[in-house]
Nanobody, 121 residues
Framework: VHLQESGGGLVQTGGSLTLSCVAS????????WGWFRQAPGKEREAIAS????????QYADSVKGRFTISRDNSKHTVYLQMNSLKSEDTAVYYC???????????????WGQGTQVTVSS
């Protein structure tokens, strides 16, 4: 399974972007989608995850209330709606899958190539 992110770009502070990630084929059953990001010089961090049903969502405190994760299982796609963007949101954003909720970052596989999000003030 290959994952491909899209939707990144340059946006001003306070702006919005929507990221998408599509899987080349259906991942294993009941898979969880996760979004992650990595800023220069920092470790990769988990920012959002969503269960297969879409009913269980988790967010990092840094994005809670601003970002929304959603998924379309018929399209093997996950989305990340990002609002009220801040300069500290600048990073490469990645998607990945895991067998269930609560898995550690290193248990997510596979990973996409990433898409750059740059927020300018």
């Amino acid at each position: 399974v290959h994952l491909q992110e899209s939707g990144g770009g340059l946006v001003q502070t306070g702006g919005s972007l929507t990221l998408s990630c599509v899987a080349s084929e259906r991942p294993p059953s009941s898979y969880v989608w996760g979004w992650f990001r990595q800023a220069p010089g920092k470790e990769r961090e988990a920012i959002a995850s969503i269960s297969y049903s879409g009913l269980n969502k988790q967010y990092a405190d840094s994005v809670k209330g601003r970002f929304t994760i959603s998924r379309d299982n018929s399209k093997h796609t996950v989305y990340l709606q990002m609002n009220s963007l801040k300069s500290e949101d600048t990073a490469v954003y990645y998607c990945a899958t895991a067998p269930g909720m609560g898995y550690a970052i290193n248990e997510y596989v596979p990973w996409g190539q990433g898409t750059q999000v740059t927020v300018s003030s």
